[in-house]
């Protein structure tokens, strides 16, 4: 079995900052693009960062030169800070990744079980 573990949600003033982790466990042969997204109420789902294996990363324009994602290929783990929050960033963050449990099987996605952020006085 494989799982994504997220940490570090909370709340923080506007213009705060916070870091998300994620973490993947169980049977893991490799792991490709990983990834963030987030959910606020009423609204879809949506990409906020994502960064592939070599490092190569792909940032919404709502986040861009506020948000760093990266990740440790040794610890499965990949990472997204946050700088100068804003309100309008309050959401449910979620963890992807596409990973292989095993050398012959094909990669899956998987989530992580989200994490709450909120930016407020």
């Known amino acids: 079995q494989v799982q994504l573990v997220e940490s570090g949600g909370g709340l923080v003033q506007p213009g705060g900052s916070l870091t998300l982790s994620c973490a993947a466990s169980?049977?893991?042969?490799?792991?490709?693009?990983m990834g963030w997204y987030r959910q606020a109420p009423g609204k879809q789902r949506e990409l906020v960062a994502a960064?592939?294996?070599?490092?190569?990363?792909n940032y919404a324009d709502s986040v861009k030169g506020r948000f760093t994602i990266s990740r440790d290929n040794a610890k499965n783990t990949v990472y997204l800070q946050m700088h100068s929050l804003k309100p309008e960033d309050t959401a449910v963050y979620y963890c992807?990744?596409?990973?292989?449990?095993?050398?012959?099987?094909?990669?899956?996605?998987?989530w992580g079980q989200g994490t709450q952020v909120t930016v407020s006085l």
């Open positions: 992807n990744a596409d990973l292989r449990s095993r050398l012959r099987e094909a990669p899956r996605n998987y």
């Open positions: 169980g049977t893991i042969f490799s792991v490709n693009d």
């Open positions: 960064i592939a294996r070599g490092g190569s990363t």
